[in-house]
């Protein structure tokens, strides 16, 4: 399949998840090719960055992989044309071949319609790197991706609505739902009473615990759309007999600077980690949510200070799956939950290869899983992830490019629940399941977890 012209026009200029600067052209590519001499001199990205750039065999094995491309069959969304557009302008200017011989080796002088490309065409990827597991090369284009987005972020172009909840999170006492402190804590104790009249017994949410062992963190949009998962989390750790606590200065682990932004990321990486220090918490615990998880497990030891670098950091999932080990948790003989799948969030599984313990403990549960096809390092992204789910103008998209094959996926499988571990997931497929006409429910990990504990009367 031939890559078409890269100055060619991107595929829609109405593509509603596109962005401004208030830049000039001129200054645009100036500041771009800052930016980018300036990435490629990072410890952190020089060699695998470089090494992507450099290879490509332009085989286009990716393409078969990209639900994106294989929704719309358009050109402009082959996972290597994307890449190209980063990478002729990294060869152009950035290796001696490309600067000597030009277009005969690949390379290509920036142009503002470049960039105009660049802007649709990194949002119209959700970071999935499902692309990146049958690459010969082994190129990872959404790590691509991501750092066109960091480029495009340098010269003034993120969505409206990334931009809105990184600065909803970092103002004083701030979070991406905006829910104030006084909220918050009505919330944890509307959730104590439910739980209360669910299990019959107290089961606390406790806050500011100064030395608890695990400090929790939840992606906050789950205090408003997650009560299920959230109780199912309280129920094991109090079942467990766990030294935990939320804290009510900052209770929110979604980290939106993983899309877009290095600078983002460590600054809101680091108010969190601040908030565990503050009370003296050896271990952070992120709630169901992957790219909250990924962005914390994964950047800790690059962006977080030297002086939060002993906190431990895991998924509830992990967590969770080492109670049921140690004999800390048990489950009740099986109640009926009618037939179950589980989706893989990339950020979790080919992200963090967190495919194991979510299925282990729907198996203690007693819970029969069917499972879809294909699965694991191979399963198809939800079709909101890189953040895309966050837009609600992209609904549209999202329901019939982005998540086109995950809603055939899901009813292949003729399951009445799918458990998706991460909040931005479960956003996507409920809105998936609705638009295709899927009857199909969408729940957290915990909640059925939690409901099939025993042994709740401890602590
Ligand atoms: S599969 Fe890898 S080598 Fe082949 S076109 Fe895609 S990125 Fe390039
Ligand atoms: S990361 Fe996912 S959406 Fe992006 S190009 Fe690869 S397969 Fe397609």
Redesign the pocket.
């Known amino acids: 399949m031939l890559h078409p012209p890269l100055d060619q026009q991107p595929i829609d200029p109405a593509y509603p998840f596109r962005s401004e600067s208030p830049l000039s052209r001129e200054e645009r590519k100036a500041r771009f090719l800052g930016a980018l001499k300036g990435i490629l001199e990072l410890d952190l990205y020089d060699r695998p960055l470089k090494m992507y750039l450099d290879t490509c065999a332009r085989c286009n094995n ?1 393409a078969g ?5 294989q929704a719309t069959g358009d050109v402009h ?1 082959l ?1 290597a044309w ?1 890449s190209d557009l980063l990478r002729r302008v990294y060869r152009r200017y950035f290796t001696p071949s490309g600067r000597l011989l030009g277009r005969l080796v690949g390379a290509k002088k920036l142009t503002a319609g470049d960039i105009d490309a660049m802007v649709e065409a990194f949002y ?9 597991v049958h690459c010969p090369l082994a190129v990872d ?2 790590l691509i ?1 991501r750092i066109g987005r960091v480029l495009l972020a340098e010269i003034g172009f993120v969505p409206k609505n990334i931009t809105v909840s990184v600065a909803a999170q970092l103002a004083k006492g701030g979070n991406t739902s905006s829910i104030p402190p006084a909220a918050f804590i009505d919330t944890l104790d509307f959730l104590e009473e439910e739980l209360v009249d669910e299990t019959g017994i107290n089961i606390p949410i406790p806050r500011d615990v100064e030395g608890a062992e695990y400090f929790f963190a939840a992606p906050v949009s789950d205090y408003i759309m997650e009560a299920d998962t959230l109780m199912g989390i309280a129920r094991v750790f109090h079942a467990a007999g766990a030294s935990w606590t939320v804290g009510t200065e900052n209770y929110d682990a979604i980290n939106y600077g993983l899309f877009y932004s290095d600078d983002k990321l460590e600054e809101i990486l680091n108010r969190l980690l601040a908030e565990v220090r503050r009370l003296k918490c050896g271990t952070l615990v992120i709630g169901e949510c992957g790219h909250a998880t990924k962005a914390a497990l994964l950047f800790h030891k690059v962006f977080g200070r030297s002086e939060y670098r002993d906190i431990r950091i895991e998924s509830i999932l992990q967590v969770t799956r080492r109670f049921l080990a140690e004999g800390k948790i048990s489950f009740a003989a099986s109640k009926d939950q009618g037939s179950v799948t589980y989706h893989d969030p ?1 950020n979790l599984g080919r992200g963090l290869g967190l495919y194991e313990e979510p299925r282990e403990l729907l198996a203690a549960a007693g819970i029969e899983v069917v499972e879809m096809q294909p699965n694991r390092e191979m399963n198809l ?1 939800c079709g909101g ?2 953040g895309l789910v966050v837009a609600p103008d992209l609904h549209d998209w999202r329901m019939s490019v ?1 998540g086109l094959l995950k809603a055939e996926q899901l009813r292949a499988t003729g399951a009445k629940t799918v458990v998706a571990p991460c909040a931005n997931c479960k956003k996507q497929l409920r809105e998936l399941v609705q638009h295709h006409n899927i009857d199909m429910e969408v729940a957290g990990l915990h909640d059925l977890v939690g409901r099939a504990l025993t042994r709740e009367e401890k602590a």
């Open positions: 990716c992989q990209c639900p994106v491309f969304d996972p994307r119209r990827c959700t970071m999935c790197r499902r692309c990146a284009n959404a991706t990339c992204c992830g890189g982005g």
